[in-house]
């Protein structure tokens, strides 16, 4: 076999069973049956057509994130992606293609801006951006200047095909926004979300105001201090790179780092609470994709890499099955099944037929399963699972492995999405570690949600196989070559872009996998500074639309009406509770509302665990973590708090929101 590497010209034409590494002939005999090539160690030969001369290992293009990898920590890499290559050519099964489709001019700008929620910044609807403006006002600096990147862009190519929309300059658009005779203090808005909207607060001589940060970010940029083990959430990350200067990087950096020691980051407490993906409600959900979107977008620029987000065309794939069946396809039979369902049903039953075997067992995930018996059980779970009637008690250990590492490989598309995969695997390039990890966290944050909820899952049973690692032998490294190729060589791209890069990749995005695992609940927070701008927005909206003076006279009534009917509402519910005292509902405990006086020390949990304390006639059967206290309303829509949240220091950041004990999801 021939794979030919573009750019590099590197053609890999034989591999080398290695004499000193005899002794991996006596492996597990499952490894053994199932795929004799693999259990081989030895070295591939590469040929440079520019150079007769021949390298004895896959040379990478190591990143500051790769530098002390031992080339022989790569073994369980090449030896799996040996076992998938094994697997496609015995499989016989026509592979469906996903053409990729490369954009015209301007195209891949104007699809970004569309999904960063600024489509009517163009086009037709280019005359009434109102939605956009608010959006655009709450951006920090940098973030705008992504966007009007994309939209300079955008405007340059439509003239050149001759476009009668109007194409406004963003930068008028952000002028408008930054006019201090619009900004008007909002009740909704506390003074520690103000931002640089008000030029007389920021304006400093020399510098642009509409790219200024606010005083709060700034004086906390100012304090920042180089550690390699805090990661701040308060400030837009790329607000974070364009302000470190390229000697600060060094320090960072702090030279070669030591990847085999990945550093233990950790998040800073927070008074007002951490946020986690699931916590905010769908509407500020779109909110935060679109933010990190263009968060994103703006790090990657800051630091000199190209983002672009893929495209593939729709294709015919699979509408029912197990195997090859797309995700989507797959939840909707699932649902049928069990109502609410977030998790594939062979995925989550995979796992536990894995977990049932114990979790020491020496080689897990690393050892493949037999492959003729792999491949008879694929066949017969696609016949008789949803029937009920395949028998589980004959799937070895090993084989459920294979079939787990199959399952997620053969997705029509990769389960970290065609539009973001090319994404994924360019974190490796970044900087920095906290610039990787960073990107990580928008990365996840703009996944599909099916597609965020099992790699999730699959990243929280990874980590279990690792705290085994004394036993089992899998170790945080080795879980990540295994799994990397599994989860980054995407086939169904129809070419060989991704094999011609295999040996350029494997060192990289098995990095990407071990931040994956190991910083999994960070990589599912939301940071702080999106949370603040949701509300802003949140808050600049009601704003505008109190102030809109061509509303109807018959929306303005029932305005009107509403407001009064909820100040009445509000006046008689809270006529007893006195300043700095909140009223906290709990329509599904037997205390339903209680008055709460706050103080410095008073958490959530403490509030929730007050109610749960109560003894009345009416007996609850939900439990402590079962329930959770919610803010609801004000510059919000909706948002989980937990435990750990002060709840005065909330209380200060939305004054107007409401207070409401229920369980998750209702």
């Known amino acids: 076999m021939n794979w030919l590497s573009g750019s590099q010209r590197v053609v890999l034409t034989a591999y080398h069973p290695s004499s000193t590494n005899a002794a991996a002939g006596n492996q597990a005999k499952e490894g053994e049956e199932a795929c004799p090539a693999s259990r081989r160690s030895g070295q591939y030969t590469m040929h440079h057509e520019n150079s007769k001369k021949a390298t004895e290992r896959p040379a990478f293009d190591r990143s500051s994130s790769q530098d002390s990898l031992d080339e022989l920590s790569m073994d369980d890499y090449w030896k799996e992606l040996e076992n998938i290559h094994e697997t496609r050519k015995n499989s016989h099964e026509e592979e469906e293609v996903v053409v990729v489709k490369e954009p015209d001019e301007g195209e891949l700008e104007e699809e970004w801006l569309k999904e960063a929620g600024l489509s009517n910044l163009f086009g037709e609807s280019a005359e009434d951006p109102v939605e956009s403006m608010v959006f655009l006002s709450t951006l920090t600096r940098t973030q705008k200047a992504a966007v009007q990147k994309r939209v300079e862009t955008v405007t340059q190519t439509m003239r050149k095909k001759n476009k009668q929309h109007q194409v406004p300059d963003v930068r008028d658009i952000f002028r408008i926004q930054n006019d201090p005779k619009e900004k008007v203090s909002d009740g909704n808005e506390p003074p520690s979300m103000k931002t640089s909207i008000n030029k007389n607060e920021t304006q400093e001589e020399g510098k642009d105001p509409e790219f200024s940060l606010g005083i709060h970010e700034k004086n906390l940029l100012e304090d920042m201090t180089v550690s390699e083990t805090d990661i701040n959430l308060e400030i837009s990350f790329a607000e974070q790179a364009a302000n470190v200067k390229d000697d600060s990087i060094d320090k960072i950096c702090g030279g070669k780092e030591d990847d085999t020691l990945l550093p233990n980051f950790r998040l800073p407490k927070d008074k007002t609470g951490t946020t986690k993906i699931g916590d905010l409600a769908p509407q500020d959900m779109k909110k935060v994709y679109s933010l990190a979107l263009i968060e994103l977008t703006a790090l990657y620029d800051i630091l000199g890499t190209e983002f672009k987000q893929q495209k593939a065309l729709k294709i015919k794939t699979k509408d029912s099955g197990l195997f090859g069946v797309p995700l ?155 799994v990397a190729p599994n989860l ?108 709460i006086q706050l103080t410095e020390e008073l958490k959530a949990s403490d509030i929730v665990a007050r109610f749960l304390s109560q003894k009345s006639g009416v007996v609850s059967s939900l439990q402590k973590e079962e329930v959770f206290l919610y803010e609801i309303g004000g510059n919000i829509g909706e948002r989980c708090l937990d435990d750990d949240t002060y709840m005065k220091d909330l209380y200060q950041l939305n004054p107007n929101a409401e207070w409401v004990i229920k369980p998750k999801n209702i």
């Open 488 to 595: 980054f060589t995407f086939h169904g791209f129809g070419s060989k872009s991704i094999e011609q890069n295999e040996f350029v990749m494997a060192a990289g995005t098995a990095n990407v996998m071990r931040f994956m695992i190991k910083y999994q609940k960070l990589l599912w927070t939301i940071p702080k500074f999106i949370v603040n701008q949701v509300r802003k927005q949140n808050a600049e909206s009601q704003r505008k639309e109190r102030k809109d003076k061509a509303m109807k006279k018959l929306l303005k009534k029932m305005a009107y009406d509403r407001e009064k009917h909820e100040k009445q509402d509000k006046n008689s519910n809270d006529a007893d509770v006195p300043q700095g005292v909140i009223r906290v509902q709990a329509p599904h405990l037997s205390k339903v509302s209680m008055a």
């Open 328 to 482: 989507s396809v797959l939840l909707e039979q699932d649902q049928k099944k069990v109502p609410g369902t977030k998790i594939p049903l062979i995925l989550q039953k995979l796992i536990s037929q894995i977990e049932e075997a114990r979790l020491d067992t020496e080689g897990l995930l690393r050892i493949p399963g037999v492959a003729a018996r792999v491949k008879s059980l694929c066949q017969e779970l696609e016949a008789k699972f949803y029937e009920g009637t395949f028998n589980w008690e004959m799937v070895k250990q090993h084989d459920a492995a294979s079939l787990l590492k199959l399952f997620i490989r053969e997705l029509p598309q990769p389960l970290l999405t065609v539009e973001y995969l090319k994404a994924f695997q360019d974190v490796q390039y970044l900087p920095t570690r906290k610039q990787q990890l960073q990107a990580l966290n928008l990365l996840v944050l703009l996944l599909p949600e099916a597609n965020r909820d099992m790699l999730k899952v699959l990243l929280e049973f990874l980590q279990r196989i690792i705290d085994y690692r004394d036993k089992n032998k899998m170790t945080l490294n080795n879980i990540a070559m295994v």
